[in-house]
């Protein structure tokens, strides 16, 4: 009887396993690992379609002071490659090595890349930004923008920090001189920073770091006559071909007042307006025609 039993288990097993899907039966092995060891050959080959990944350094503010920005940068969900306080020493901090992802760049775009935390590495340097008076100086509707008097100043051993280490980092990876560049050159309607006191003219002339235009070329094309018969798409592609993200309608909207801002913090730092005058035109013409072999868009 038992024996009988048994039979009749095994065959209801059998005949479920018939009615079942296959897999349900079928007992599976992991391949078996090779026991050959490979060579990895890098000299025979190489492509010389390639280059760096790392293409651009953003350079930031924290508006912050020292304790607020390291809590942020290493506790919170921002962050950046570097961080240079405002302490008297000599010390430059890393917080994330540069082969990582930092997230400190965001929604924007530069030189036709829109996701620049992947190639991209972000300096934070300790400094309010807005002066705490001025903090609310746009809430009224009196003013669209920031003046130049309204920002913070960087002190002097900052700037040198920064200009060592951007120089070390360009050197490393080939920047090319017109993606060092801002927060807001890359995210103009959300940023500011790092502002209208940050001396790129300083970082160019003494450091030879980043773009900045001849002004033989900028007083060359200080022509009221040219500026007058330019019209606004035929600006805005002037933005376009350095490298800002400007869109292309036929009126300064606000986004494209923004953009102008940014690139007037940059460049005509003194006199930021969010208007395209004569001077910001000829600026952007000298700069356009003193880099217009240096774009990189791979």
Not at 65 to 79: E, H, Q
Not at 96 to 111: K, S, T
Not at 168 to 175: F, G, L, S, V
Request: charged residues 25%.
């Amino acid at each position: 009887m038992a024996k009988s039993i048994t039979s009749l288990a095994l065959a209801s097993v059998l005949a479920s396993c018939l009615t079942l899907p296959l897999i349900g039966c079928v007992t599976t092995t992991s391949p078996v690992a090779t026991t050959e060891n490979y060579i990895v050959d890098n000299k025979t080959y190489q492509a010389t379609g390639k280059s760096e990944r790392i293409k651009t350094i953003v350079l930031h503010y924290t508006v912050s002071d020292n304790d607020r920005s390291i809590k942020t940068l290493t506790t919170g969900k921002v962050s950046a490659h570097y961080l240079v306080l405002d302490n008297d020493d000599d010390k430059i901090y890393n917080l994330v090595p540069e082969n990582e992802r930092a997230w400190h760049a965001g929604d924007g775009g530069f030189a036709g890349r829109t996701i620049l935390n992947d190639t991209s590495i972000g300096i934070e340097i300790v400094n309010t930004g807005i002066a705490p008076e001025y903090q609310n100086a746009l809430k009224d509707g009196k003013l669209a923008y920031h003046p130049y008097e309204h920002y913070v100043a960087f002190n002097e051993l900052q700037i040198k920090k920064v200009a060592e280490l951007v120089q070390d980092i360009t050197a490393r990876y080939d920047i090319s001189p017109k993606n060092i560049i801002g927060h807001s050159d890359m995210a103009p309607s959300r940023k500011i920073d790092p502002g209208a006191k940050f001396p790129w003219q300083q970082l160019y002339k003494q450091y030879g770091i980043g773009a900045w235009y001849d002004d033989a070329d900028k007083f060359s094309f200080m022509d009221i006559d040219a500026f007058a018969a330019a019209t606004i798409p035929e600006i805005k592609q002037q933005f376009r071909d350095y490298g800002y993200q400007i869109n292309n309608s036929d009126e300064w909207d606000k986004a494209s007042r923004d953009i102008v801002y940014a690139f007037q913090l940059h460049f005509r730092p003194r006199n930021p307006t969010g208007t395209v005058d004569l001077e910001t035109y000829a600026i952007l013409k000298a700069l356009n025609k003193k880099y217009a072999d240096t774009n990189d868009f791979y």
